[in-house]
């Protein structure tokens, strides 16, 4: 299971300890206390009320949006647990929207040529 957290993120990071520094080092959820008060962001139920918590921590958090794009990187961060203030769910739904995006500009450059 992975771990969550300043900690779990710069772990789950492929960049050496030297270069996560750049943006990790200053995640609100680091000063969250996951003894204490558990891990809401990996809930039991992945949906945005068991999330709240954690959406909470994530509210003006000074690298929300390095974040959201680290976890939208990788299959892992993507379909599991509160990363830049999102749920699974809504990082599937930006996957799905630009992915249909994409296919949408390919087949009007496609019919442009033809
Ligand atoms: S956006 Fe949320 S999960 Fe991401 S680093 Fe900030 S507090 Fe942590």
Redesign the pocket.
């Known amino acids: 299971m992975v771990e969550?957290?300043?900690r779990s993120?710069t772990k789950q990071s492929e960049a050496k300890p030297s270069e996560s520094q750049h943006?990790?080092d200053?995640?609100?959820?680091?000063d969250?206390d996951f003894k204490k008060h558990g891990d809401p962001?990996f809930p039991a139920s992945p949906t945005e009320a068991a999330a709240a918590d954690?959406?909470a921590?994530?509210q003006g958090?000074?690298?929300?949006?390095?974040?959201?794009l680290?976890?939208l990187d990788k299959k892992n961060t993507r379909e599991h647990?509160?990363?830049?203030?999102t749920v699974p769910q809504e990082r599937l739904r930006t996957v799905r929207r630009e992915e249909r995006r994409r296919r949408r500009s390919e087949a009007t450059k496609e019919d442009a040529k033809s």
């Open positions: 969550r957290g300043w993120i943006w990790m200053r995640a609100k959820c680091k969250w962001f954690a959406k921590v994530c958090c000074p690298i929300a949006a390095d974040c959201y680290y976890s647990g509160v990363f830049g203030g």
